[in-house]
Structure formats: structure tokens, C-alpha cells
């Protein structure tokens, strides 16, 4: 996908909230506001133009926290790109969701 | 403890997940389903920790699984190569036809599966009882039969000015063999076989093919015989049931409040006219010529008559025309009020102001109207559909209730319809028919006449701008359309 290509100002925030460091579903439900129905499929579609890419914790982890594993989400290097492009278009989409706001995995 | 909305909702949970599964391609389930319930788990954790416990937070907990149905399509739509999904409904035009349509759909097929519903229209199409005139003896005041059935084959075999039928029937009651070895005492009407078409009166499961064996006369089921002694059996025609020993093929079913005639009947056995047992009484129906018609303005009228060897014969015509109107005209007249009433109720003005700068184009402008009248016409059937099936649910039919019923029903739903219509097309973006979202409160009630204060409004797909004033002013009276130019295309994926 083109870095230049126009994001829809809900697929931008769920970028930002990824790069801020929220980067399971429930933390960018938590940190957007958004619902499940529509965080969820744009996951899906970001993942499917390669923009963010997934993996699964370790079970180990999971299990020494007691708990199941969960499924990580990153930005790509196309990610990034369109991220940088799209804070051009959306000015408060930063004061929304602070990059330095990092939050451990 | 967990009250049962708690528990409801809790129980509904994985079992949501569980179906939005099955819509998720079949390579990618086990991982869909292994991210979906470690994500519940970290949800339910979540809440846990609020410390609150109460059936919002399960509802809160069912809402994200519900969202795993879009998310499962989402998944499914990305395996079909070379489709593209629909845009969200939301508010869409689309939307709100597709809910009009499954209204239509609803109340019609209320209207199929409602017995009585369906008999009403039946009849009502057909003109049951119209022009149809039961003919007695003036000087007996009761219902008894009176008229011998030599007068009635002196009538039918002559010719008049005033009528242009004549059916008899007398009333009698027989042991009928229903079944080979049930017996039952049925109340039987001996008729002329033009006594149902004569009433315009059309039969259930009638069939237009003649009985193989030309000695069997047709017989004609009640409605309450038919569904106790025959279980409703829709196979029932060509069957023989034995009346003093003499096979009678059923030929159909009256239908349910189509017999509006003196005494009830369980079973008519139709017989050709010559056929008529003489020295019997029972009942004449004539049915009016369009010169009987000019005659029989009241819905009785004395008639002379003449019987044997010249002698004179005062006769009742009452009329069995209740001369209620049509149910077309009905729904007409409650269209029409509601239309006159409309401007009350609602403000009909499309409130076109600020666009006049902008002027819009033919086909949006076709589109949009196209777009009301559509909804008008949908509001209209379901009107007409609703209020028939009201009127005959709650009143016999083709009575003066059932047209007040039918009348008030059809008025109120139009009105109410008519009323929403315009109200939703007022909060509709001009361009794209799509709901305006997102109200925002702006300016304060104690500056409304210094400055602006009201409610605003934007299209979701960035076309217009709505301002509704708090309070309608002199120079602010109405809602304003403002058509956002290109500066606003940043805040928009289009």
C-alpha cells in the first residue's frame, strides 16, 4: 500500500495507538473509544495492506502471568510511513494519542 | 448473587463468539477463536478490577462479543477476492428502505397467515353480498322461511325487470357420514347450486374439475365443520360424505364470517334448480339488474308479487348489501385526511435555505426526492396493510365498526407515518441521504439573541453542515444547511 494513501481518520488512530504502544485489541479498544466491531475489522484490513503485522506472546510468558496468550500487533515500515503522512492530514491525531505515551508490553 | 439479566447475558456470551466463528474461513478459525477468547478473558479481567459487579458490566462484556460478528464478515469478505463490502449501513438511505421493506413484508404476511384477514380480502374483492336481496314474506316479522319452492321456480323460470338471479335454499337437519363410521346431526342447507356465486362468494380449495361420477352432487363444508370434523384437511376436496345414504362430493370450504344468511348452516348440498323439493319453504335471494339497483335506494323495499292462479303476494327485499364502503376507499379517504393533517404535525418545509448558494444538482436533487417519495409510498402500504389487519382482528367484518376501525387506523398510522418521513428527511445530508451524526451544542441559551445558540450537526461523509437554533428567532427561524467546501476534506477520508 501506498504511504501517501488516504486513511480514514478511525484506521489513523488505530496506527497511533500501536505506534503509542498499545498494541493488543483491548488496549486500542481502551485508549480509541472505539467498539470491538470496529477496531477489530480495521485491524484486519490494516493487517491485510501490510501496514501492521501480528504475532502471538510465548506461551511461557503467558503462563508464568497466568493467563492466555495474547496477540500483538506492530507497525511495518509501510506502517510507519503512512502513520507519518497521516498525522500530516489528521494535526490532533498526536494530541490524541501521545507517541511518548509508552506503555510496557 | 446474579440477578437473571446477569446471568442471561453472561450465558450469551461464548456462545456469540462461537457462532461469528463459523462465518470466519475455515484456515483461519482456531487462531480467530484462540485471539477472541484470550481477549474476553483479558475484557472480564478488566471489569473485574473496576470491583464493579452488575449486569451494565455484563452487558458491556456481551456488547464486545457482539462485535466479533463484524469482525468474522470482516475476515470472510477478505477471502472472496474481487469483493468489495458494503459501506457501512448506518444511517444509510439503503438502511431505512431495507426497514420499510421488511415492515411491508411483515405486515403482509401477517395478513396471508390471519384466517380472518385473508377471508376479508377475499371478500372484499369480490364484492361479496353486493346487489343481493333476501326476499320474505312481509306480513312475518321473524326470520322464518316462507317462500315455497313452486314461487321460487316460478320466479327463476320467469323473466324480470328488477332481478337477474334467483337461489333458493331450506333449511334441514340430518345425520350426515362424514367418515366410513362417524355419524353426526349437521344442520344441512339444500341449495340451488348458483346460491355461492350468486352471493359472490368465493370458496376455499374450490377446483374447477367436475366430479368423475356424475351422480355425486356437491356439497360445500362450514368453516367450524371443516376444521373439527376434517382437521382442517386442505386435501378435503373430491371426498364423499353420505347424507340419508346418498354420496355428496365436497366441492370447498365457506370461508370463516362469509355467511351473513338466516340460520346457521354446518353443510350446503347444491342441487340444480329443477331439483328443488316442491311443497318445501325456505329462503329466496335475488339478485338486483342495474334497474333493481335504481329501485332499491333503502335497504328494504315492499314487492309485489304474483303466485298461483293470479293471486297477490306482499314480499319483503331486505338487502344483505351493508353498503359499507370498500376497503380501498376507506384506506383512500384515511390517506387523504392524513395528508390534510399533515402540515400540523409536522413541518413539511424540506428546508432547502443556505443551499441556494450551493445549488445542487438534477440527479441529487431527483435522488432526494425520489428518496421521500419512496419512503411516503412505503408508509402508505404499511398503512393499508396494518389498518386491514387491525380492523378485521378486532371487529366482524364489513361491519360499521370495522370501518370505523379501519378509518381511525389507517388516518393515525398515515399521519404518524407521513409525519416521521419528513422529519427523518430533515435530518438527512442533501447530498448523500445519509443521517446528519454527531449533535454538538454550541453558543449559550442566554446569548441566543446576541449571538448563535443551537445544535449542530455534520454529515459523516462530509458534505454538509446542519444548524438547528435552540430558539427559533426572526433572523434565525429555521434549520440552516451550510455545504462544507474543500477546506474541510482533511477531516474526512473520502
Known amino acids: ?105 | 448473587m446474579k440477578s437473571f439479566p446477569q446471568s442471561a447475558l453472561k450465558a450469551l456470551q461464548k456462545p456469540a463468539l462461537d457462532c461469528a466463528s463459523l462465518l470466519v474461513p475455515t484456515s483461519l478459525r482456531s487462531d480467530w477463536c484462540r485471539e477472541w477468547r484470550a481477549e474476553l478473558w483479558h475484557v472480564r479481567q478488566a471489569c473485574n478490577l473496576t470491583g464493579e459487579v452488575s449486569w451494565q458490566v455484563e452487558r458491556s462484556i456481551t456488547y464486545f462479543c457482539l462485535g466479533a460478528f463484524p469482525d468474522a464478515l470482516c475476515l470472510r469478505w477478505h477471502s472472496w477476492k474481487g469483493f468489495t463490502p458494503p459501506e457501512p449501513l448506518r444511517g444509510s438511505p439503503v438502511k431505512c428502505i431495507l426497514s420499510l421493506v421488511a415492515t411491508v413484508a411483515c405486515f403482509y404476511v401477517i395478513s396471508i397467515l390471519t384466517p380472518g384477514v385473508r377471508t376479508a380480502r377475499r371478500l372484499a374483492w369480490n364484492h361479496a353480498y353486493a346487489g343481493v336481496v333476501l326476499i320474505r314474506n312481509a306480513e312475518v316479522t321473524s326470520h322464518a322461511a316462507t317462500i315455497s319452492s313452486r314461487q321460487f321456480q316460478g320466479w327463476a323460470a320467469g323473466k324480470s325487470k328488477y332481478f337477474d338471479g334467483f337461489a333458493f335454499y331450506r333449511i334441514a337437519q340430518r345425520p350426515v357420514q362424514l367418515w366410513s363410521s362417524q355419524r353426526k346431526n349437521c344442520k344441512i342447507a339444500y341449495a340451488t347450486s348458483n346460491l355461492f356465486s350468486l352471493l359472490g362468494v368465493p370458496l376455499r380449495f374450490a377446483s374447477q374439475t367436475a366430479s368423475s361420477d356424475e351422480n355425486l352432487r356437491d356439497a360445500v363444508l362450514s368453516d367450524r365443520v371443516w376444521r373439527k370434523d376434517f382437521d382442517a384437511d386442505p386435501n378435503i376436496v373430491g371426498k364423499v360424505l353420505h347424507v340419508h345414504g346418498r354420496g355428496f362430493r365436497i366441492a370447498g370450504v365457506a370461508p370463516r364470517g362469509s355467511w351473513r344468511l338466516p340460520e346457521r348452516v354446518d353443510v350446503w348440498l347444491l342441487e340444480p334448480d329443477s331439483a328443488v323439493r316442491t311443497g318445501s319453504t325456505g329462503y329466496v335471494l335475488a339478485h338486483l339488474s342495474s334497474a333493481g339497483e335504481v329501485e332499491m335506494w333503502a335497504p328494504r323495499v315492499f314487492i309485489k308479487a304474483y303466485g298461483p292462479h293470479d293471486s297477490e303476494l306482499d314480499l319483503l327485499g331486505v338487502s344483505l348489501d351493508q353498503k359499507v364502503p370498500p376497503p380501498l376507499s376507506v384506506f383512500l379517504l384515511g390517506v387523504l385526511l392524513a395528508f390534510f393533517a399533515l402540515p400540523a404535525t409536522a413541518s413539511v418545509s424540506m428546508s432547502e435555505y443556505g443551499l441556494i448558494s450551493h445549488k445542487l444538482t438534477w440527479p441529487t436533487r431527483l435522488r432526494r426526492w425520489g428518496f421521500l417519495g419512496a419512503k411516503a409510498a412505503l408508509v402508505l402500504i404499511i398503512a393499508y396493510f396494518a389498518s386491514f389487519d387491525l380492523a378485521c382482528a378486532y371487529a366482524t367484518l364489513f361491519s360499521p365498526l370495522s370501518v370505523y376501525l379501519h378509518l381511525s387506523s389507517c388516518f393515525l398510522i398515515c399521519l404518524a407515518g407521513l409525519s416521521w418521513a419528513c422529519r427523518d428527511q430533515r435530518q438527512r445530508c442533501p447530498v448523500c441521504l445519509r443521517r446528519v451524526t454527531h449533535p454538538a451544542q454550541v453558543g449559550l441559551a442566554s446569548q441566543t439573541f446576541l449571538g448563535w445558540s443551537g445544535t449542530e450537526l455534520i454529515c459523516a461523509g462530509g458534505h454538509t453542515l446542519l444548524h438547528i437554533p435552540a430558539l427559533p428567532t426572526s433572523w434565525f427561524s429555521v434549520q440552516r444547511w451550510l455545504v462544507l467546501d474543500g477546506s474541510w476534506d482533511f477531516l474526512f477520508a473520502r
Not at chain 1, 486513511?7 to 470491538?36: C, K, N, R, W
Not at chain 1, 510468558?61 to 515500515?77: G, V
Request: aromatic content about 8%; overall charge positive.
Open chain 1, 1 to 105: 500500500m501506498a504511504c501517501d494513501a488516504k486513511l480514514s481518520h478511525t484506521a489513523a488512530m488505530i496506527l497511533q495507538a500501536i505506534d503509542a504502544g498499545f498494541v493488543y485489541g483491548f488496549s486500542i479498544m481502551e485508549m480509541t473509544g472505539l467498539p470491538s466491531g470496529t477496531v477489530y475489522p480495521a485491524m484486519r484490513r490494516l493487517e491485510r495492506d501490510e501496514l501492521i503485522s501480528s504475532r502471538w506472546e510465548r506461551q511461557s510468558i503467558a503462563d508464568a502471568e497466568q493467563r492466555p496468550p495474547r496477540k500483538y500487533y506492530k507497525l511495518t515500515a509501510a506502517g510507519n510511513a503512512t502513520l507519518e503522512s497521516s498525522r500530516r492530514r489528521y494535526p490532533l491525531l498526536e494530541r490524541l494519542i501521545p507517541s511518548g505515551e509508552e506503555k510496557p508490553v
